[in-house]
């Protein structure tokens, strides 16, 4: 290990609650979660949690869609995606078990992050849907998990299987206007 290595300290959500401001922590390193996102950001999220709740309103399940909300995968991996949805009741001040479906909106701050770092966690937490939506290029990608724990790219018409009684529809178009 180098040596830059050993003298950076090593986050968890000890630390992490005391914090002013939004933040994640992925590996014990923080990321801030600051400026603000973007208007055109804040629109499409708004236009696929609706989405996303119209597609589960036809289903007699208990997935709920949240907003950024504090997912901690580990005591140093606490992740705040875009948009997700739970299947279980979430009982503590944060999501500790993996959602069936996480959205993540790209930006320039968070492009690689997403793209790279936050694919891997997901893949890792066993995380069935990973979308990545591109605002501006109105691109979506939806990643399922497969036989072999990873991601792979499926077409956007595909139907989402959620939990064992809950399978939904996407209509990606609707998330632009």
Not at 73 to 80: C, G, P, S, T
Request: charged content about 20%; proline content about 5%; hydrophobic content about 40%.
């Amino acid at each position: 290990m180098s040596r830059a290595i050993q003298i950076l300290p090593q986050y968890t959500y000890a630390d992490y609650v005391n914090w002013e401001g939004q933040w994640e922590i992925i590996h014990g390193i923080p990321y801030a979660k600051s400026p603000a996102p973007r208007p055109l950001h804040q629109l499409v999220a708004s236009n696929i949690s609706r989405v996303l709740g119209l597609a589960l309103s036809g289903n007699e399940c208990s997935c709920q869609v949240y907003l950024p909300i504090d997912y901690k995968i580990a005591e140093d991996i606490i992740v705040q995606p875009d948009l997700l949805i739970a299947c279980d009741p979430i009982e503590k001040k944060y999501l500790d078990f993996a959602p069936a479906l996480v959205v993540e909106i790209l930006s320039d701050s968070t492009r690689l992050k997403d793209r790279h770092l936050k694919f891997s966690l997901y893949e890792k937490a066993a995380i069935s849907y990973y979308i990545i939506v591109d605002a501006d290029d109105q691109t979506v990608e939806i990643y399922q998990l497969n036989e072999n724990a990873t991601y792979k790219l499926i077409d956007s018409t595909h139907k989402l299987q959620l939990s064992t009684v809950c399978t939904i529809q996407l209509d990606v178009e609707k998330f632009w206007n």
